[in-house]
């Protein structure tokens, strides 16, 4: 199956909240600055997402509650 991104299932336990956080609001700058992002980026063909940079604490929660549900584990 072809996918575009890493898989999001699991994601805080391979890495961390603080992780996820920064990938999610700002991934260029987190690509520039984390190694293990910046491989992820290559390893998906180089395609961005969308900055949310105006997340707050509470959404990232609850984007972390939604991809950590189980029917995303496949």
């Known amino acids: 199956r072809t996918v575009i991104g890493p898989p999001l299932a699991g ?20 690509i520039r600055e984390n ?22 604490e509470e959404d990232i929660d609850d984007l972390i509650a939604y991809v950590e549900n189980d029917m995303f584990n496949y």
């Open 35 to 56: 190694r293990e992002a910046a491989q992820l980026f290559k390893e998906y063909n180089q395609i961005r997402h969308t900055h949310f940079t105006t997340m707050k």
């Open 11 to 30: 994601v805080v336990s391979r890495t961390s909240r603080e992780w996820f956080s920064n990938w999610v609001i700002n991934p260029d700058k987190f």
